[in-house]
């Protein structure tokens, strides 16, 4: 992957639209309040961890880096989409709140599901391509 100014822009025009979209699932979710389950940035992770597989997938199948697409959407888009700081701060919360089952649960449940969406994702592109 080249890093000459296209590839920057690229990141970050990805980028820009990314945390716009990621705003938005906070919007439309609820921001966490500290005591509950944190719906919003999980489910910008799990929709942005399965999304990054069909990307995976399809560069695989392409045998290629992804160039400028892959910086636009991968690094940019997808990277500010998802977010592991803000995924890092709500568990800690629900920790330092007592909810010590919720904060397990939503540590637990993010590592597995991104994983497992992921490999869906990339699964699914290999065998429609």
């Excluded at 906070?26 to 990307?55: K, W």
């Excluded at 160039?67 to 500010?80: E, N």
């Excluded at 568990?91 to 597995?112: D, H, M, N, Q, S």
């Amino acid at each position: 992957m080249s890093a000459g100014p296209l590839m920057w822009l690229a990141v970050g025009a990805g980028g820009a639209i990314g945390a716009c979209a990621r705003y938005a699932v906070t919007l439309a979710l609820g921001p966490h309040d500290g005591q509950t389950f944190p719906i919003a940035t999980f489910s910008a992770n799990v929709c942005g961890a399965f999304a990054m597989g069909l990307f995976a997938g399809f560069l695989a199948s392409r045998g290629g880096d992804g160039g400028l697409l892959r910086g636009f959407l991968g690094v940019g888009l997808l990277g500010a989409f998802t977010t592991y700081s803000t995924f890092s701060l709500e568990a800690f919360a629900l920790a330092e709140a007592g909810v010590l089952r919720l904060a397990g649960l939503y540590i637990f449940g993010t590592a597995v599901s991104t994983v497992l969406v992921f490999a869906a994702g990339a699964f699914l592109v290999k065998s429609i391509l």
